[in-house]
């Protein structure tokens, strides 16, 4: 089955930790993508990257970093330099960026963080 | 003032009944539209595109206002399985997606 995956389910960490949360996506889609979702609000996006080996920042990327050294893998660094880590982390693809236009982003089932 | 804007609600609704949530959105540059549905822990799917000609897709129905900057979701014999956050979506300028904060719909028997 073709899908994104996205590993742990859950995550506790203490403060001060840095934490790599997992993203894997068969699809064959060349855009990946991380948001941010805090209870009652809509998601915001961390990081993108449209090819290999170059990713973009999004509305809200201090204190996080990521990689694409792989077409299908897409890790999302959680650093201590992040003040609120406590989130519900979502991976997202899609065909490619242009693919926005109709919507189509795909998204993992996400990461529970939470940092004690 | 957010790009994407919902009231939270919840919405609760008896099975059977109509239901309609607005949107608006403050980017005119924001070219299309759409409806995300997202189940509690879990993550958003695409429900339906919004057009501004209206789009149904059987019991539901988009619409745009591109004059006065508001979608709306029309959902038409509440099913207990809508029960679910209903995120409005707009694609901006930069050709990414900007969710809006989503519109709880509690559906009852």
């Known amino acids: 089955d073709g899908g994104i995956t996205q590993s742990p389910k859950y995550l506790f960490r203490k403060e001060g930790q840095n934490v790599t949360l997992s993203c894997e996506q068969n699809?064959?889609?060349?855009?990946m993508y991380w948001y941010r979702q805090d209870p009652g609000q809509g998601l915001r996006l961390i990081y993108y990257s449209q090819i290999v080996n170059d990713f973009q920042k999004g509305d809200i990327a201090e204190g996080y970093s990521v990689s694409r050294e792989k077409k299908e893998s897409f890790p999302l660094t959680v650093t201590s330099a992040q003040k609120n880590p406590t989130a519900f982390y979502l991976c997202a693809s899609s065909i490619d960026r242009g693919s926005s236009a109709s919507g189509e982003q795909f998204f993992g089932p996400g990461t529970r963080l939470t940092v004690l | 003032r957010k790009e994407v804007e919902q009231d939270p609600g919840p919405f609760n609704v008896p099975e059977g009944a109509t239901v309609a949530f607005n949107c608006t959105y403050s980017?005119?540059?924001?070219?299309?539209f759409f409806w995300y549905r997202q189940d509690c822990r879990k993550e958003p799917k695409l429900l339906m595109s919004?057009?501004?000609s209206g789009n149904e897709d059987g019991r539901f129905t988009a619409q745009l206002n591109r004059a006065s900057q508001y979608i709306s979701l029309l959902i038409r014999d509440s099913k207990l399985s809508d029960s679910a956050t209903y995120l409005c979506v707009g694609n901006n300028a930069g050709n990414m997606l900007t969710f809006g904060g989503g519109t709880r719909l509690m559906v009852k028997p």
């Open positions: 980017n005119s540059a924001s070219q299309s």
């Open positions: 699809l064959n889609h060349d855009a």
């Open positions: 919004v057009y501004s």
